[in-house]
């Protein structure tokens, strides 16, 4: 399900069945307040005032239950009630006490379900609808809702299904919902124009041909503004190949241009008075005869030449082209996605990204948005001493590091060689992916900064 349209209503007086929220700590002085009929019934169930705990609990008469949620969550988290959203029996709800604030978000959310390759379930429980007294929260959740849901299908997709062509459908998608300007470059085209998104890319078969993907929206006299998403439709490692454990999963390496994508659609739905220029470097990392090599030099867009040590270091090259071409047009602000290293996710696990950026202010404002929609980033040092490990000895620069130490750091290094002059400056090493299931949250493609991201662009750019 991706139309939450139905699932989150403004509050006209309509029945629904009460959804109480306890504090653990609430819990004893509450239970004392009930009957004995509902203490007997909790205590059979072994409702004990733990977080998590839940029950149904008969009314007057029975028929008209309600839900109790003992719940250590406060009202700044969208996941609060994600789990009663899953799990309560089709019908119409609405919390007893209180505001449903990012709650409605994770109430969607816990909806949303991936079925492009699944059969009906002919057994699945039918839509659980909650009510909200705060209407104008209702669109602004349903476009986050939907941007979030884009993310995890794009993700989960299949790379049969997901490749540089199906990244162009989105985007021209996209475009045309409202009113964007959409030019690709495909193909040996790129040679002279992007090299090292055409190298990286040359292998796959021709229908999966590498491509650069440019949409333009908005204003042209609005303040720039820059998405970048790495758009690896599947990653072999190239030559460098690629363990099979390794490979598994890299279905997902598309997950920077399913942020970025979402990001510009969040943005243009709200119609923030801003320029926006989005780009998407397109490519499936494949091996084949015309694969690129360890030790080849390749040039670049900006026309530094970069000395290839390892093929499956090739998301930085396709963004270093495309973090270029965003340069020509002088934005003020870039942001780039990319699920870019595993050292990120060595040090940082999986729901982190991290976080670099040339400007502490910029820096600031990420980590404040995150803190305060509950998708936390974590921020990493654009160390200048480490600059000296991209050096090499036949060209201007390294794609990779030797040794392996500081691989997050040494790739956002490179990065910034490619970063135009002058424009703040952000880098967002997503993971895209959801290992262990939590409410709300199912396991597979997930959206990892993408509202901290919002967040701060709506803060620094008011909606028209």
């Not at 190949?241 to 999963?249: D, F, T, V, W, Y």
């Amino acid at each position: 399900m991706s139309d939450f349209t139905a699932l989150l209503q403004p509050n006209r007086g309509q029945p629904a069945r009460s959804i109480e929220l306890v504090s653990p700590d609430a819990f004893a002085s509450w239970l004392a307040a009930q009957s004995p009929r509902i203490r007997a019934l909790l205590a059979a169930a072994r409702v004990t005032g733990k977080a998590g705990n839940r029950a149904i609990l008969p009314g007057e008469p029975a028929e008209d239950w309600s839900t109790l949620l003992v719940c250590d969550e406060d009202e700044g988290s969208p996941w609060r009630i994600a789990a009663l959203a899953e799990t309560l029996p089709e019908g119409c709800y609405r919390l007893k006490a209180g505001a449903v604030g990012a709650a409605g978000l994770g109430w969607l959310l816990a909806q949303h379900r991936f079925d492009r390759y699944r059969k009906d379930d002919a057994a699945a429980s039918g839509p659980r609808v909650l009510v909200t007294g705060e209407p104008a929260t209702i669109a602004p959740t349903l476009a986050l809702a939907l941007a979030t849901a884009t993310v995890r299908d794009m993700v989960n997709t299949p790379s049969a299904d997901m490749g540089p062509a199906e990244l162009e459908a989105a985007a021209e998608a996209l475009a045309a919902r409202h009113g964007g300007t959409l030019t690709v470059l495909r193909g040996d085209a790129l040679e002279r124009g992007c090299p090292m998104i055409h190298a990286v890319g040359r292998a796959a078969v021709r229908h999966r041909a590498p491509r650069l993907i440019e949409l333009v929206w908005g204003r042209p006299g609005d303040r720039r503004v820059a998405i970048v998403g790495k758009g690896v439709c599947f990653d072999s490692g190239g030559l460098d190949i690629k363990p099979s454990a390794g490979m598994r999963l890299m279905k997902k390496d598309m997950g920077g241009a399913a942020h970025a994508l979402a990001l510009a659609e969040l943005a243009m739905t709200a119609r923030l008075p801003i320029r926006l220029h989005l780009l998407i470097p397109a490519v499936e990392n494949a091996i084949s005869g015309d694969a690129f090599r360890p030790g080849d030099v390749l040039g670049t867009r900006q026309g530094l030449t970069v000395e290839n040590t390892n093929t499956d270091a090739e998301g930085r090259l396709v963004l270093g082209d495309a973090l270029t071409r965003a340069g020509e047009e002088q934005p003020e602000l870039v942001i780039d996605f990319a699920t870019l290293t595993g050292a990120a996710r060595v040090a940082l696990g999986p729901d982190l990204p991290a976080t670099f950026a040339n400007d502490d202010a910029l820096a600031d404002a990420l980590l404040a948005a995150g803190r305060d929609v509950r998708d936390p980033l974590w921020r990493l040092p654009l160390w200048d001493g480490y600059d000296d490990m991209l050096k090499s000895d036949i060209a201007d620069l390294v794609n990779s590091a030797e040794g392996g130490f500081a691989g997050a750091i040494t790739a956002a290094l490179f990065l910034r060689r490619f970063v135009p002059a002058g424009a703040q400056w952000a880098h967002l090493d997503t993971f895209a992916w959801r290992p262990t299931a939590r409410p709300g949250r199912p396991r597979g493609g997930e959206a990892l900064g993408l509202r901290a991201a919002w967040e701060m662009l709506k803060g620094r750019y008011a909606p028209r």
